[in-house]
């Protein structure tokens, strides 16, 4: 349940936004059988490993997510964390007297031979522009850039901060020229500029599409040509290859004529069109960039979810199809490795069966560009809105400022890994920075987010 004094248009925008993320707390089964002895165990599966919580509705009851098969596991807490109980987004936070419906992963698959805990969150110095969710993020190399937030009353504000974790400090930058109390942008950093594109009006109306980047070395703002066709928000497919930020806009008004992918090029500030994929236009799809390609998998229009992709060579202009995967159709999100594509988890719209009406899948799978073949992994846990980031060696995904861990190698999941508050919990934009996990925003005031910093597995 959202704070009540949350805009009826900006929570919608905001549940959009997030539809494929489940805003109910990731918790261990010991847990939610202490909490209600009523909690009932359910397996549902959809072509493959799908996984779905019941639930009464957003209002009345939370759904929960869990991960079985697994010793008992401890929570790690920021300081302060009691005190987070009551974040605006999270329905758990008014329904903890209801039963908890659990859900399970298909696999047994998963380490009973590790240190316990593979990482702790620690909490990071306030931001300056107060409590913040769901800001846009970018890491440069040096400092995570953070713009734009929805304050605890639901409204927007285009403020800008840039966070240092060297130090665990922040300094304001200038802010953005134009009406940016939009939510959702598109944000992409080039390696010189910090790219806001596109994004949600807050009363709930048609997409904006106007561009903006930031330079932090001169501390400057400028205004860039917007998109020649649809429109964009974080939800579209997108990748930057190093010279272009690829882009599949959406047509926020429904229409059925075909939005063909666009190229942005800050160079000469200009858009091109690119050529017509063999797949229909999509949001939330995984997007990952390989050095050559631009792959695009699953996604959804809204009414329908997809379990096809293609890639993207920019230097042909040309699409090619990839294989049939293993995985059913769903929402998700992907990494890269530097030889796999990686889908984990992710959800399929329909009977409202969770707490945002969707199923959560638990399965996940790795497709190999070089020789267009996928290969299944696990199951691990069950979420609709996993955000994965790649290390180098393991796969971390975050979700409602929890976070699991992959292990490529011997394609198991690590059980448990910093389970527990980070201190944003579901209203933070997590960040990967070569070393740790930044999760900048937060429901409290004298914290800016966490940071997780991950510990190598034993065993």
Request: charged share 20%; proline share 10%.
């Amino acid at each position: 349940m959202s704070d009540p004094s949350t805009p009826d248009s900006v929570e919608s925008r905001l549940r959009e936004h997030l539809s494929f993320v489940d805003r109910a707390p990731v918790i261990g089964t010991d847990t939610i059988a202490a909490a209600s002895g009523r909690a009932e165990i359910r397996l549902r599966r959809q072509r493959g490993a799908v996984v779905a919580v019941a639930s009464a509705g957003l209002v009345a009851v939370a759904s929960l997510v869990v991960w079985s098969n697994r010793p008992s596991s401890s929570e790690v807490v920021v300081p302060g964390d009691d005190q987070r109980s009551t974040a605006p987004t999270s329905p758990a936070a008014t329904a903890a007297t209801e039963p908890a419906t659990a859900i399970v992963p298909t696999s047994t698959n998963v380490s009973t031979s590790i240190a316990p805990t593979l990482g702790t969150w620690t909490a990071i110095a306030p931001d300056p522009r107060g409590t913040a969710y769901y800001p846009s993020a970018v890491w440069t190399g040096s400092e995570a850039l953070v713009v734009g937030t929805v304050d605890p009353a639901g409204q927007p504000h285009p403020a800008a901060a840039a966070y240092d974790p060297d130090d665990d400090s922040w300094r304001t930058l200038a802010g953005p020229p134009l009406d940016s109390d939009r939510i959702n942008p598109l944000t992409a950093w080039t390696g010189v500029d910090m790219l806001l594109i596109g994004g949600d009006n807050p009363d709930g109306s048609l997409l904006v599409s106007f561009g903006e980047a930031y330079d932090p070395a001169a501390d400057e703002w400028r205004v860039i040509a917007s998109p020649p066709v649809g429109f964009v928000s974080d939800r579209s497919p997108a990748v930057w290859t190093g010279s272009e930020l690829l882009v599949w806009p959406w047509d926020g008004g429904g229409s059925t004529m075909e939005i063909t992918p666009i190229a942005y090029d800050p160079a000469t500030d200009s858009w091109r069109e690119l050529a017509a994929p063999p797949v229909e236009r999509r949001q939330q799809a995984a997007s990952v960039w390989t050095g050559t390609e631009w792959i695009v998998w699953g996604g959804t229009t809204g009414d329908r979810e997809f379990d096809d992709g293609a890639a993207y060579d920019p230097t042909s202009d040309t699409w090619r199809p990839l294989a049939d995967s293993p995985l059913s159709p769903r929402r998700v999100r992907g990494a890269w490795t530097g030889t796999e594509l990686i889908v984990v988890a992710g959800s399929t719209g329909g009977e409202p069966l969770t707490g945002n009406g969707e199923f959560a899948h638990a399965d996940g799978a790795a497709y190999d560009p070089a020789t267009d073949t996928w290969r299944a992994l696990t199951s691990g846990p069950a979420h609709p809105g996993f955000v994965p980031m790649w290390t180098g060696s393991q796969l971390i995904t975050i979700a409602k400022g929890h976070a699991f861990v992959y292990d490529v190698a011997s394609d198991r999941w690590i059980d448990p890994c910093c389970v527990g508050e980070s201190g944003a919990g579901g209203v933070g934009a997590p960040v990967w920075t070569g070393s740790a996990v930044l999760l900048i925003g937060s429901s409290d005031p004298t914290v800016g987010g966490a940071r997780l910093t991950p510990s190598a597995p034993s065993g």
